[in-house]
């Protein structure tokens, strides 16, 4: 293909250009640049950061690519943003940017043919975030083979596929020659009847469901720019275990455009806890950001792995107006902890982000907190709503992002959600009104965990044992039932007896 022009070369055509001189410098001794642009490989393949650093690693590790780590820095983010993906393409596994971990994946994986080949080694996540012409996906699996020799067994598996007759062994000796071993002739293999070995089906539908140039990512190229973050930010997150979290990250631009500094403090509603950390962040292909943050110095060390770490990482989605950013903070051994975060900015105005309490009784009388931001100083129990039969009575305590009130629940309340609104500000689902607790259930039904601390790292897993009402049908365990949010429960561990 080297000796055709770009018009006459069908691959080349619908190839991405290259138009970074240091990637260029760096990657084109082994992957030439034609007149046209394209990058033997790199022009035909689009993924995200992740993949796009454990590529320039890969380089460095297999073929002594010599760089340094501003330089790693820079075609990474030029990769990323030159050859990303579209939200849209990003939006549906951006879980794997948050790793987040799963019981099992099989209702993620859009193919049988992956779950069979990619997914015996690979999260599926790290399928589905890549973008291939036909024929560098064919590239991708003879690296395969050619790295690991025991792929074949999955992609291009030569075995018999079930119980096969013996076959004669024959000795024979050619004329002049001495006696050799003739073996028999292949047995059935593995592939199917029409001829097709696992590898050749996963081929078939990556390089149609997930091909090089897509409209979405034609159109998201032509319009794509970084966004202007700079200011304040409300967070409202959750954390298993802990509950739910408020606070605020201030950010400020960087060196350059994509380059952030940030501040974050933030309270745990169910303690009164508060962390603080300051960070950076990188927008790449306009929309994603990855992040990390760390604690003060002065800040003392936590017994508990799920509490106060000294760093953690993050990866946001930010909306396409650019006001709101959803993702996960996440740290530990396996990132198996971590905050769901919802951040939106802070204008004049004031917002409401949530309450401390999930669910409250019909009837009862309690306070609970409300945050937010720009609360007014004259702040009134009449500028609250909570809905029809609860009252707020006083203004317990007020400051511009926390305000404490008193409310009064009336008695035969419906079940169900309920909103808060303070003026035009509105916190959807913020709590539920129950009449009485239906039952407790263990979540996750099913996690994983590692034995560590030597050689590897443990990995833990959090359970949550979370109330339920009954909802409008009056029956429990159906699928109109109200989550209350957690509750205080002593736990016990014992072996699951199995038997195959």
Known sequence: MAGLSPAQNPIASEGIPIDHQLTFNKCGGCLPRDASGMMRRLSYIRTTPEVWEQAIKRMVRLNDLVIKPEEAREILRYLS????LAPEEARPVFWEAEHRLFRDQSDKIPADALQHTCNYCHTIGRVLTQRRTRDDYEKLINMHLGLFPGAENTLKPRRPSGPQAEAPVVMSAPTGGN??????PPANTAARSDGKYPADIAIDYLSTAQPLITPEW????AVMRTPKLDGKWMITGYQQGKGRV??????????SPEDFTTKIDIEYASTGATLSRTGKGVVYTGYSWRGRATAPASASPSADPSSNPPEWREALFISRDGNTMDGRWFWGGYEEFGIDAHLSRIGTTPILAGASVFSLQSPSSTEIRVYGANFPADLKPADFDLGAGITVTRIVRRTASVATIAVQVNPNLASGIRDISLGRSTAERAFAVYDKIAYIKTLP?????RLGGTIAAKQYAQFEAIAYAAGPDGKSQTADDIPLGPVAAHWSMSEFVSTP
């Open 81 to 84: 943003t030159n050859n990303g």
């Open 179 to 184: 006696p050799a071993i003739v073996p028999p």
């Open 218 to 221: 034609s159109a998201w190229k």
């Open 246 to 255: 408020f606070g605020t990250m201030t950010i400020e631009t960087g060196p």
């Open 445 to 449: 039904d099913a996690s994983m965990s």
